[in-house]
């Protein structure tokens, strides 16, 4: 069990383990416990998860979260492996299911950060600069709390490059957006590059 964010294989953990067997008096209780233990891993973390294994425990944990967590059994996706612990993380990194699982989360996450740029730009509210010459006002204040780019744009003009390396710098969070996907295509349309703000800025209101 692992989140999608940690596909490194020396960030494993924790490591939760049941302590029962089918011939305890208590092994029911004892399953339910290993489960929960598990849940409640899950549920601290924000993080989609992918959840895998061989044999029935995969498939009595699905039907527990079902009903016992059914709003955080909404961001596993079940797969199955062939094998428990190392070897079934390795098994899902070959097979491409944590790359796949990033990828959709990047765009998600990609995709709300573009609709609260566009929000805060129909709101008028002063908190976004989009366009090369408003989002350099932005970062000449080190107002930028999140700045996104296209990533075809960041590729050709050297003066979104040199905005990039400013923002980050200043500590700004950097979001080098596909123009492939829905988010990049959104981004397009407001130059190419924008920036959610810490703070308004003299001129920046519209």
């Known amino acids: 069990m692992m989140p999608p964010s940690r596909s490194k294989i020396s960030d494993i953990g924790p490591e939760i383990y049941s302590t029962t067997s089918k011939k305890d008096e208590k092994h ?47 961001r596993i996706i079940w797969e199955t492996c062939s094998y428990a612990e190392r070897a079934g993380v390795n098994e899902l990194l070959k097979k491409g299911v944590l790359e796949k699982v ?24 002063g908190m976004a600069a989009y366009g090369i010459d408003e989002v350099k006002k932005a970062a000449d204040a080190s107002a930028i709390k999140q700045l996104l780019v296209l990533d075809e744009f960041l590729r050709s003009d050297p003066a979104a490059e040199a905005l ?5 710098a200043a500590k700004a969070e950097v979001v080098i957006i596909s123009s492939e996907e829905e988010p990049g295509m959104k981004l397009k349309g407001f130059g190419k590059i924008a920036a959610i703000l810490k703070f308004k800025i003299r001129g920046q209101e519209r």
């Open 28 to 74: 029911e209780e004892g399953e339910r416990q290993y489960y929960g233990n598990i849940a409640a891993e899950i549920e601290r973390h924000p993080e989609r998860y992918v959840v895998a294994g061989p044999g029935f425990t995969r498939d009595n944990l699905k039907k527990f979260m079902e009903q016992r967590y059914p709003d955080v059994g909404k």
């Open 102 to 125: 990033m990828g959709e989360e990047r765009i998600e996450r990609e995709m709300r950060l573009v609709e609260e740029l566009i929000a805060e730009i129909h709101r008028d509210s």
């Open 164 to 168: 990039v390396e400013q923002a980050d």
